[in-house]
T-cell receptor
Framework: KQEVTQIPAALSVPEGENLVLNCSFTDSAIYNLQWFRQDPGKGLTSLLLIQSSQREQTSGRLNASLDKSSGRSTLYIAASQPGDSATYLCAVRGNFNKFYFGSGTKLNVKP | SQTIHQWPATLVQPVGSPLSLECTVEGTSNPNLYWYRQAAGRGLQLLFYSVGIGQISSEVPQNLSASRPQDRQFILSSKKLLLSDSGFYLC?????????????FGQGTRLTVV
């Protein structure tokens, strides 16, 4: 069964810093990997989707990379802002339409 | 555009009572539908998914069941709630396809069993 791990579990940084969130998965047979943001008590907002054939995707200050062979993805956030504070989740889609999530990285960006 | 609705947003139920959470999707047809649970401080656990009306796959044995009576309606149920059923329940959908298709989530239902 696919296992997804996210490191670190929590991160606190001053505003303006660039930061990297990590996601690793045990089964490299994936269709895609998706990064989500979750605000407290809310649902998930999709940030970026990387297909298995892609190496990276960019959206504004966010850049996600994928190394499928090594089972790793990173989410890079440039020039972090207090509004970026949230929990960031990665999910991999494997066979049979199933998504598997990591437990998330809780980010706090201090003004 | 497509939207997903979940209700209720919050629910407090006594142990042993029944449960029914509903999720509907608009603006698409024949989507794949999913129920996830997020326990406090933990990741999302896939509970059920459905690729079509009446087709339900269960990921883990538990006190819950799911049904899909209509193409864009997904219902999570229990006959008798347990304390361990407390958590944040999220419904998700995606169009059928391979690597290019994103998953979208509802706003969740916070269930507290007392």
């Amino acid at each position: 069964k696919q296992e997804v791990t996210q490191i670190p579990a929590a991160l606190s940084v001053p505003e303006g810093e660039n930061l990297v969130l990590n996601c690793s998965f045990t089964d490299s047979a994936i269709y895609n990997l998706q990064w989500f943001r979750q605000d407290p008590g809310k649902g998930l907002t999709s940030l970026l989707l990387i297909q298995s054939s892609q190496r990276e995707q960019t959206s504004g200050r966010l850049n996600a990379s994928l190394d499928k062979s090594s089972g790793r993805s990173t989410l890079y956030i440039a020039a972090s802002q207090p509004g970026d504070s949230a929990t960031y989740l990665c999910a991999v889609r494997g066979n049979f339409n199933k998504f598997y999530f990591g437990s998330g990285t809780k980010l706090n960006v201090k003004p | 555009s497509q939207t997903i609705h979940q209700w209720p947003a919050t629910l407090v139920q006594p142990v042993g009572s029944p449960l029914s959470l509903e999720c509907t999707v608009e603006g698409t047809s024949n989507p794949n539908l999913y129920w996830y649970r997020q326990a406090a401080g933990r990741g999302l656990q896939l509970l059920f998914y459905s690729v079509g009306i009446g087709q339900i796959s269960s990921e883990v044995p538990q006190n819950l069941s799911a049904s899909r009576p209509q193409d864009r309606q997904f219902i999570l149920s229990s006959k008798k709630l347990l304390l361990s059923d407390s958590g944040f329940y999220l419904c998700a959908w995606r169009e059928k396809g391979q690597g290019t298709v994103e998953a979208f989530f509802g706003q969740g239902t916070r269930l507290t069993v007392v």
